[in-house]
């Protein structure tokens, strides 16, 4: 058995497989896809004292940090299952989509979220080219250009916010007929004298020429008309979903599937953690995931010396 298993290899799990391995105590770490979201990011400008990175590099130098120490890497491996263990101080199992199953004393879970698609043409191809999901990582490459957020709840809205200070305009496209953020968010967002507000809207295509964003079609839901506007980039904001379907029923989430841990990132389950994108802590951020990975290490070789 391990003595920390971790599940997730993205920056929460790489950091948490690190730190635990620094111990010299027996870690393993079991990952879908090593690296996680970064993978799929193009610029890093905000992992401090890395002044500018791409996600590729970014992703091959976590793994190449985590084989320098005796880390056991269980790449393409999806965790199915988790059982709890059966008396205090017994071993946590997760079971595997291959069939295997792994025993341990401690399980860090750092499975990491996706970003909720629109799912309309356009979104894929121009991703990175003008489709954006993540305001604090991306906001500054629209700097001076137009751009949409699409979603007009609280992320939307402080999306919209933040972008209105650094692009040269911001057209919140809401599907409902209105605005569904926290009043004062709204409040601030009419205040600001760069931001248009279409509600009712339905967007329909995310249009692009040379293989850039040109702009955004959308249809009035109440007149079914159709409608055009120029704008550089495209902000989706209509949700960050956890990747955490696999343990409901047996750990603690909130209302939005996030794992629910403490400070130290316990979670309801003795000897379980957990750390980054897929729990309660705030904000999502590489730096942020990094470093609850390392309290989650840290964390667990505590209980390992406790019990
Ligand atoms: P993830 O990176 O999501 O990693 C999760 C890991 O768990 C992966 O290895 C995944 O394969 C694995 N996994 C998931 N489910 C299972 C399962 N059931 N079994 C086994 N393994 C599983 N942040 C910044 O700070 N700066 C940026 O510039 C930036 N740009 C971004 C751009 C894009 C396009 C995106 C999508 C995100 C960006 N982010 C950025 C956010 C950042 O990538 C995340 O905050 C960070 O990767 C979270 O790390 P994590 O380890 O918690 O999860």
Request: proline share 4%; glycine share 12%; with cysteine.
């Given at each position: 058995a391990f003595d920390v298993l971790i599940i997730g290899g993205g920056p929460a799990g790489a950091a948490a497989a690190v730190y635990a391995a620094r111990k010299g105590i027996r870690t393993g770490v079991a990952a879908e896809r090593f690296g996680g979201q970064v993978n799929d990011t193009l610029a890093i400008e905000n992992y401090i004292s890395v002044l500018e990175t791409d996600g590729p590099k970014f992703a091959a130098a976590l793994e190449a940090h985590t084989r320098a120490y005796d880390?056991?890497?269980?790449?393409?491996?999806?965790?199915?299952?988790?059982?709890?263990?059966?008396q205090p101080g017994g071993l946590v199992e997760v079971q595997l989509a291959n069939g295997g199953s792994l025993k341990a004393k401690t399980v860090i879970l750092s499975t990491g979220a996706r970003w909720r698609n629109?799912?309309?043409?356009?979104?894929?191809?121009?991703?990175?080219?003008?489709?954006?999901?993540c305001p604090h990582c991306d906001g500054p490459l629209f700097k001076g250009k137009r751009v949409s957020v699409i979603g007009g709840g609280n992320s939307g809205i402080e999306a919209a916010i933040d972008l209105a200070g650094l692009v040269a305009h911001v057209t919140v496209v809401e599907f409902a007929d209105q605005l569904k953020a926290d009043a004062v968010l709204v409040k601030k967002l009419h205040s600001l004298p760069n931001v248009t507000v279409i509600t009712n809207a339905q967007t329909t295509e995310?249009?692009?020429?040379?293989?850039?964003?040109?702009?955004?079609?959308?249809?009035?839901?109440?007149?079914?008309?159709?409608?055009?506007?120029?704008?550089?980039?495209?902000?989706?904001?209509?949700?960050?979903?956890?990747?955490?379907?696999?343990?409901?029923?047996?750990?603690?989430?909130?209302?939005?599937?996030?794992?629910?841990?403490?400070?130290?990132?316990?979670?309801?389950?003795?000897?379980?953690?957990?750390?980054?994108?897929?729990t309660t802590v705030p904000y999502k951020q590489i730096v942020i995931a990094a470093g609850a990975g390392a309290t989650a290490a840290l964390s667990a070789f505590d209980h390992l010396i406790r019990n």
């Open positions: 880390v056991d890497i269980m790449n393409l491996q999806r965790a199915e299952k988790l059982i709890p263990a059966a629109v799912n309309v043409p356009g979104e894929a191809e121009y991703k990175n080219k003008g489709v954006a999901y995310i249009t692009g020429a040379n293989g850039k964003v040109n702009g955004l079609s959308y249809k009035d839901r109440a007149t079914g008309a159709e409608h055009h506007v120029e704008l550089e980039g495209v902000f989706v904001q209509i949700g960050l979903v956890p990747n955490t379907e696999w343990l409901k029923g047996t750990v603690e989430l909130s209302k939005f599937g996030e794992i629910l841990v403490d400070a130290k990132g316990q979670t309801n389950l003795p000897g379980v953690f957990a750390a980054g994108d897929c």
